[in-house]
């Protein structure tokens, strides 16, 4: 990372400290947690609280951090702050999906502004799914982000400058559009896999590398041994 992607980052935590410990934030915290629960026996104050506990070194399981990733997605259309709020846990996770894009490398811009267009990107996606019920939220939001900021780069790599009305009046036909990941939900691929791929080594791939789960923590939750799962 350069140093001005690394004061937006900074800038983005130094407004959250500033936000999450608000009197607004403890509103939504106490609304989060009429929601979810789950949340009512942790003594969370605030969204500043919530954050903290979806941090990799909190308390939460793997588990138990997807489900609250879930819940804020859910509840995001109900207050602004909340939305800000998952974006702010999923900072980490952008950067990761930058690095993966190699921060735009053969686009047209430069990497901080490459950060902030994803980050930008990210933020859109959650309003847009904001509400849903979706048990993979935050791989699925980031998985998203990725698909199409990687689209965005190929084609402006590719050159794609004439307008869709431009290209249909000179050759008559309105072009569809292709998208190699239609679901953009890793949760949704699997199941639709499910007729052509091992249940049980889909579900062993995706908590390995999407949840961050050892073979043992899914052999406890499957009851699958963690032999047959590493096998599958």
């Excluded at 690095?99 to 930008?120: K, M, V």
């Excluded at 590719?158 to 009046?169: F, H, K």
């Excluded at 908590?207 to 699958?224: D, F, I, K, P, Q």
């Amino acid at each position: 990372m350069t140093n001005t992607t690394h004061h937006q980052l900074d800038h983005l935590r130094l407004e959250w400290r500033s936000l999450s410990h608000s009197k607004a934030s403890r509103r939504a915290a106490e609304a989060l947690s009429e929601s979810y629960p789950p949340l009512q026996a942790l003594e969370v104050r605030d969204l500043g609280d919530v954050v903290d506990l979806l941090e990799p070194c909190g308390p939460l399981s793997q588990v138990e951090r997807a489900h609250l990733a879930a819940a804020l997605l859910h509840q995001a259309p109900s207050d602004p702050l909340i939305t800000r709020a998952l974006l702010q846990t999923l900072l980490p996770g952008i950067v990761a999906v930058a690095r993966r894009l190699n921060w735009g490398l053969g686009g047209d811009c430069e990497p901080a502004t490459f950060l902030a267009d994803l980050i930008t990107m990210a933020y859109e996606v959650i309003v847009e799914w904001g509400g849903q019920n979706r048990p993979y939220a935050a791989p699925d939001l980031l998985n998203a982000a990725r698909c199409r900021m990687r689209r965005r780069l190929r084609t402006t790599q590719l050159g794609r400058t004439v307008s869709l009305d431009a290209l249909s009046e000179e050759t008559g036909i309105v072009p569809g559009c292709t998208d190699e990941d239609p679901t953009e939900s890793i949760h949704a691929r699997l199941l639709a896999a499910k007729g052509t791929v091992d249940p049980v080594g889909a579900a062993a791939l995706y908590g390995r590398e999407v949840l961050g789960l050892t073979y043992r923590e899914l052999a406890s939750m499957t009851g699958v041994s963690s032999r047959r799962l590493a096998a599958a």
